[in-house]
């Protein structure tokens, strides 16, 4: 038989829930049984390279070499039925597991109590943030557990308002990489500490009230981030709620929830 389908999967077994055990190129010829295995797809036995036998669909290869079948059989970049079994198969194995062993990525919102030192104000804000998380094994590094954030707050903080003749603006950016440390696990639910490095950097703009000179203050900040938070899934997609504590110059506390996908 010859492949037609680029990174054409082998499977341990019959079956697309199987585990995948090799990947074969377009082109590439493999010996295979006659017999046909499995149902919707249905898959031919082939042999390995390494002596070892996995199951190919059916789709996925052509007659055998030197036939004009095989001669005439082009590599195929998808298959838009195919894909979507495999996409099938792959959720399926992925709800099989605990959902902290699942990787996700979604979108973010929460509150977050936030402050500075400024001169001559008392420099403290509930501001609205909101952005995007990725969580689960091998997000950033083979094998934790992590938790990347990325957050944004559009606009400068009320208080600016008292130092500024006209409506202040700016905008603060934040991200976290929390090593994750479950300690309550259920299948379909988590409970978890997270601690890692915090950096801020923020850019506001506003007319001195005294001078009506234009002030650009902006500033980078590097910060250790605290976490404790619960998660819970459904289906494909997940819920989770954090508080966090935050720790530079001065301390910042904040409220999280996430929604996230199976990815």
Do not use: C
């Not at 609205?128 to 934790?144: A, M, R």
């Not at 605290?226 to 954090?242: H, K, N, Q, T, W």
């Amino acid at each position: 038989m010859v492949v037609t389908t680029d990174s054409a999967i082998v499977f341990e077994n019959a079956d697309m829930d199987s585990n995948a055990i090799a990947y074969l190129n377009a082109g590439q010829v493999v010996r295979a049984s006659k017999k046909i295995y499995g149902t919707d797809p249905r898959f031919y036995k082939v042999s390995l390279p390494n002596g070892k036998f996995g199951y190919v669909a059916t789709i996925d290869v052509a007659a055998s070499e030197g036939t004009k079948a095989a001669q005439k059989a082009k590599p195929r970049k998808y298959d838009i039925q195919r894909d979507a079994r495999l996409e099938r198969a792959r959720v399926k194995r992925e709800l099989g597991k605990p959902m902290m062993f699942n990787r996700w990525f979604g979108l973010l919102a929460g509150q977050m109590k936030f402050q500075e030192k400024v001169p001559g104000v008392h420099a403290k804000d509930d501001l609205l943030i909101y952005g995007f998380k990725v969580t689960g094994p091998d997000v950033l590094l083979q094998g934790p557990l992590m938790d990347l954030n990325f957050t944004l707050h559009l606009g400068a903080p009320s208080y600016y308002d008292a130092l500024s003749r006209v409506r202040p603006s700016g905008f603060v950016f934040m991200t976290d990489t929390l090593l994750l440390l479950p300690f309550g696990m259920g299948h379909d639910s988590g409970v978890y500490l997270g601690l890692g490095p915090w950096l801020k950097y923020s850019n506001f703009k506003y007319v001195d009230r005294t001078s009506g000179a234009l002030v650009t203050p902006s500033h980078f900040k590097l910060g250790g981030s605290f976490a404790i938070g619960g998660a819970y899934r459904m289906g494909a997609f997940s819920v989770r709620l954090e508080g966090k504590y935050i720790a530079e110059s001065v301390t910042h506390t904040a409220i999280q929830l996430g929604l996230q996908t199976l990815y």
